[in-house]
């Protein structure tokens, strides 16, 4: 085992252990070097398991979280392959296992368990539509951490695997009784999302009610058995998530999803009153057809049967009063005519109208886009621009008190355009953008620009030559050409505010001088003028003049912090020659 204070690698202090499994042990450790606290986790001989296969295990585990980004999982750091050791330096989740949480308070208050499970739904909705799809398959409160700021983390992914099309059923049988579903124990085919959400179910069951499905009884009974306060809408969620019959639960992350945004739907008390409602609905249409309304019936129905099209529910979209009920009609038509882009490009319309993403409407947005599958399948083509055309509006528009927040949504889905075949071929310009995008909001999620490695060194990709490189990169192209100009105004805008924030980083910048930054910031100027602008057919006067005077006076404050920080960083060499 490790020693409390010994340097792993020459650069990992061990501080102490945090936590303990069957073959592994957890520890926090200091790279001291970059200042910045890792979790290693040490996998050990223990005797009695194939230690050649459990690694094989963990690199599996390894490269499969490599190719992850989404803020509800960690990242691998490093990996120190020793003697009879295996290390995995990984990310440091600062918090609380949750079934710890359950031996400290008991059952936990329903609202905090339908908002970490609609995390975890998220974030195994995310698993769920990679390529191949990624089943998690071990859910349960031991494996989801509670960080301070009310978010989940899940970890562990020892027994994750890629769902494989030609495969009829798992070659191992893994999981945690109590919460792994039936088909995990072999003999009723292979794991699949719907296992998933059995697991996740059980894993509800337990937070909600303190008792563990892998204890006496064994088994999960409706939750208000044991409290009878509890949403009858959440006991119905959850008794369809643990069907023993995989056909019988919800059959996606994305139906899922739904019900636990819409629970009290479900309750007892509200569907009495919707029955009401409707008795009452049904009683004045029969009055009125015994008295002779029956066009007016008729009328109603035809309206109703017209209004179920795509194209209604498109249109009658922008029109709604309330953004719910606008994304319920985008939500609607997407359900009748899943591949059109459609109603996902009037989504992001109806989104940027006021140039404004808001946490409200993502949070409706990651409803929408939960289950991309039929989209991508028929239509990938469309699939990459609408993905790309999401990854802008999070990078540049999301409107968060955390500024990273934007950058790192956003990086999810400038990876998902990245991976259509053939989005390079039929876009380079588009395909060049995405890509720098991508490195832009990886790198944006973390500290700072210019941060350092392991090694205490300064990681190239976060240098900032290469955020100078990139942006001088993307402000070359003219945006407003292939992009709308609102979008062009809104890049434009991010990167003088980029350089204003950072004209001291980028003046040390070997080989960068005043000139070129303000030559950069001179074009930009020019390419967002009115006279050039109003070329363009997205151009509208009455919404675009005032934000290009906005901008305008943002670049003029850059030119002007370029001056200050390049001026002050020759200063010491002019003074030597005086």
């Known amino acids: 085992m490790l020693e409390i204070g010994q340097l792993v690698d020459g650069k990992y202090k061990i501080l102490n252990k945090i936590g303990q499994g069957g073959m592994s042990v957890v520890y926090l450790a200091m790279n001291e070097k970059a200042n910045k606290q890792w979790a290693i986790k040490e996998v050990r001989k223990d005797g009695k398991q194939d230690f050649d296969v459990v690694k094989q295990g963990l690199v599996a585990e390894i490269d499969m979280l490599k190719r992850l980004n989404h803020p509800n999982l960690p990242s691998i750091i490093d990996i120190i392959d020793g003697d009879g050791t295996f290390l995995i330096v990984m990310d440091y989740i600062e918090g609380i296992p949750l079934d710890k949480k359950l031996k400290e308070s008991g059952p936990q208050d329903q609202n905090s368990v339908i908002e970490w499970s609609k995390q975890l739904c998220d974030v195994l909705g995310y698993l769920h539509s990679r390529r191949p799809p990624i089943i998690?398959?071990?859910?349960?409160?031991?494996?989801?951490?509670?960080?301070?700021?009310?978010?989940?983390?899940?970890?562990?992914?020892?027994?994750?695997?890629?769902?494989?099309?030609?495969?009829?059923?798992?070659?191992?049988?893994?999981?945690?009784?109590?919460?792994?579903?039936?088909?995990?124990?072999?003999?009723?085919?292979?794991?699949?999302?719907?296992?998933?959400?059995?697991?996740?179910?059980?894993?509800?069951?337990?937070?909600?009610?303190?008792?563990?499905?892998?204890?006496?009884p064994y088994e999960m009974y409706p939750i208000r058995q044991w409290n009878p306060l509890l949403s009858s809408g959440?006991?119905?969620?959850?008794?369809?998530?643990?069907?023993?019959?995989?056909?019988?639960?919800?059959q996606s992350c994305a139906e899922l999803m739904y019900a636990l945004e819409h629970y009290q739907e479900l309750d007892i008390e509200n569907k009495k009153v919707q029955n009401f409602k409707w008795k009452i609905f049904l009683s004045s249409v029969i009055i009125a057809a015994v008295m002779g309304a029956g066009a007016v019936t008729f009328s109603l129905l035809e309206s109703h049967e017209t209004a179920e099209t795509y194209e209604s529910y498109v249109i009658n979209a922008k029109n709604q009063a309330t953004a719910g009920e606008a994304f319920d009609s985008f939500s609607k038509a997407i359900a009748l005519s899943p591949d059109n882009k459609e109603a996902y490009n009037k989504m992001l319309d109806y989104v940027m109208d006021d140039t404004i993403f808001s946490e409200d409407e993502s949070k409706y947005v990651t409803e929408l886009t939960s289950n991309l599958d039929e989209f991508r399948k028929?239509?990938?083509?469309?699939?990459?621009?609408?993905?790309?055309?999401?990854?802008?509006?999070?990078?540049?528009?999301?409107?968060?008190?955390?500024?990273m927040e934007g950058p790192k949504k956003s990086a999810r889905w400038f990876e998902e355009a990245l991976g259509v075949d053939g989005f390079s071929k039929n876009d380079q310009n588009k395909y060049t953008r995405a890509k720098i995008m991508h490195t832009m909001a990886v790198n944006s999620s973390g500290e700072k620009w210019g941060r350092l490695d392991n090694q205490g060194n300064v990681d190239p990709e976060t240098s900032y030559e290469s955020y100078w490189n990139d942006i001088e990169t993307l402000t070359s192209m003219?945006?407003?050409?292939?992009?709308?100009?609102?979008?062009?105004?809104?890049?434009?805008?991010?990167?003088?505010?980029?350089?204003?924030?950072?004209?001291?980083?980028?003046?040390?910048?070997?080989?960068?001088?005043?000139?070129?930054?303000?030559?950069?910031?001179?074009?930009?100027?020019?390419?967002?003028?009115?006279?050039?602008?109003?070329?363009?057919?997205t151009y509208y006067a009455e919404t675009h003049d005032g934000k290009i005077r906005e901008v305008n006076a943002d670049i003029d404050k850059?030119?002007?912090a370029v001056e200050q920080a390049f001026n002050t960083k020759r200063q010491p060499a002019e003074e030597v020659e005086q």
């Open 136 to 216: 998690y398959r071990d859910m349960k409160p031991a494996n989801v951490m509670l960080k301070p700021d009310g978010s989940v983390t899940l970890i562990d992914f020892g027994t994750a695997r890629e769902f494989k099309d030609t495969s009829v059923a798992d070659t191992t049988c893994l999981g945690t009784r109590g919460y792994a579903a039936p088909e995990q124990f072999g003999g009723l085919g292979q794991t699949d999302a719907r296992t998933d959400i059995y697991c996740l179910g059980a894993t509800m069951y337990h937070l909600i009610t303190g008792h563990n499905p892998s204890e006496y």
């Open 478 to 537: 003219d945006l407003a050409d292939t992009e709308n100009v609102t979008v062009a105004l809104l890049i434009n805008q991010n990167f003088a505010n980029a350089i204003l924030s950072n004209a001291n980083e980028f003046a040390k910048v070997k080989g960068l001088d005043k000139e070129t930054v303000k030559a950069k910031l001179e074009d930009m100027k020019a390419k967002l003028s009115i006279e050039n602008l109003s070329r363009y057919p």
């Open 378 to 403: 028929k239509a990938p083509d469309d699939y990459a621009d609408f993905c790309y055309d999401l990854g802008i509006n999070y990078y540049f528009c999301y409107d968060s008190q955390n500024e």
């Open 234 to 250: 959440l006991e119905e969620i959850i008794l369809k998530c643990t069907q023993q019959n995989p056909a019988a639960r919800y």
């Open 558 to 560: 850059a030119m002007d």
